[in-house]
């Protein structure tokens, strides 16, 4: 007989916080660049030991319009841990550049889900 694991119920789990962000570079940056400039902001803060109890994620993004041709601006929604929520804030001020080119990030406000952050910070 297979056995199955079970779920774990939502008391027992870790709770989750979103954090509204918006990057403004003057490169056209993809998921996988925002992903590396966190991770690599991150581990230079806090180390690997830090950086992994964050469980950081990057949940969605969008790419948004601007007049300027010169600067590219970007919204999105990261995922950490809710224990850790004033040390990953910490660490998105402190990423200025990405492969030599400056970078603008900042955070636009934190939810509990996805659907309140995107409705209250994202607002397409």
């Known amino acids: 007989m297979i056995q199955k694991l079970k779920i774990l119920p939502p008391t027992i789990r870790d709770k989750k916080r979103y954090i509204a962000f918006e990057v403004t570079s003057s490169v056209s940056l993809g998921r996988e660049d925002i992903i590396s400039m966190m991770l690599n902001g991150s581990l230079y803060l806090y180390g ?3 950086t992994g109890n964050f469980e950081l994620w990057v949940v969605k993004l969008w790419r948004c319009t601007t ?14 841990r809710r224990e850790e929520i004033d040390s990953v804030r910490a660490v998105i001020p402190t990423i200025t550049n990405f492969r030599g080119k400056p970078v603008v990030f ?4 934190i939810s509990g889900t996805i659907k309140s952050a995107t409705k209250n910070f994202i607002k397409l």
């Open 67 to 80: 007049n300027n041709v010169q600067e590219h601006r970007m919204k999105g929604i990261l995922r950490c």
């Open 48 to 50: 690997a030991c830090g």
């Open 106 to 109: 900042h955070t636009l406000g």
